[in-house]
């Protein structure tokens, strides 16, 4: 009607969006790659917390871990000392799929003239699942960090085993701010 420009501008500007300045009979497809690719962004920050969980929770470091239901689960079927952080590992594959909806969505951003619907096949699988899986990692990247575990003293003790070379960074800076040439350091070091 009369007042459909104002009404879109009202609804857009409530839901933080601009008034597009150009249309088409298509809604211009950067704002959907925009859109996946901040949640592709989102897995992937996430995906790198889990795998840091995941690295920790190895037997031979055993800093930081994934909770572990005794009553309900078991160890690795073939070192049964072991406890596989089933969840993040489940996020950071499902996180994996979220970042690939990036490649088609941005291939459904050529559209021919205005009118093209190649798009929408991929789309109908893209956006939605993108969406859920990007909500299912979150959820589960919150189990894991609201049940985590952390072996502070296995920490000090993974410290101690390097006898001070975990100071090798402090050290090298310090012999180079006083003059010391970085190539020399190094080879003292």
């Known amino acids: 009607g009369d007042n459909a420009k104002e009404l879109q501008k009202l609804i857009l500007e409530h839901l933080g969006l601009t008034v597009p300045v150009a249309t088409t009979q298509v809604v ?13 962004n989102v897995a992937a920050s996430v ?8 690295n ?14 005794v009553e309900k689960q078991v160890g690795s079927s073939t070192m049964a000392h072991k ?5 993040a590992e489940n996020a950071s594959g499902l ?6 909806m990036i490649i088609p969505s941005y291939e459904n951003a050529l559209l021919w003239h205005e009118r093209d619907l190649a798009n929408s096949s991929s789309e109908r699988f893209t956006l939605s699942h993108a969406s859920s899986l990007c909500e299912d990692v ?11 575990w952390v072996d ?11 006898k001070g070379l975990v100071m090798a960074e402090k050290i090298m800076i310090e012999l180079v701010d006083s003059g010391c040439s970085r190539d020399v350091a190094h080879e003292v070091l």
């Open 95 to 100: 996180a994996r799929i979220v970042r690939a």
């Open 152 to 162: 502070s003293d296995r920490m000090m003790a993974n410290i101690k085993s390097q």
């Open 28 to 40: 211009g497809r950067d704002r959907y790659i925009e859109w996946v690719g901040w949640m592709a």
């Open 56 to 69: 920790l929770q190895r037997s031979e470091i055993a800093e930081v871990g994934e909770w572990f239901d």
């Open 138 to 148: 979150l959820q589960k990247t919150s189990d894991v960090l609201t049940n985590l």
């Open 83 to 87: 406890r596989n952080p089933i969840t």
């Open 47 to 54: 995906e790198k917390l889990l795998q840091e969980v995941r």
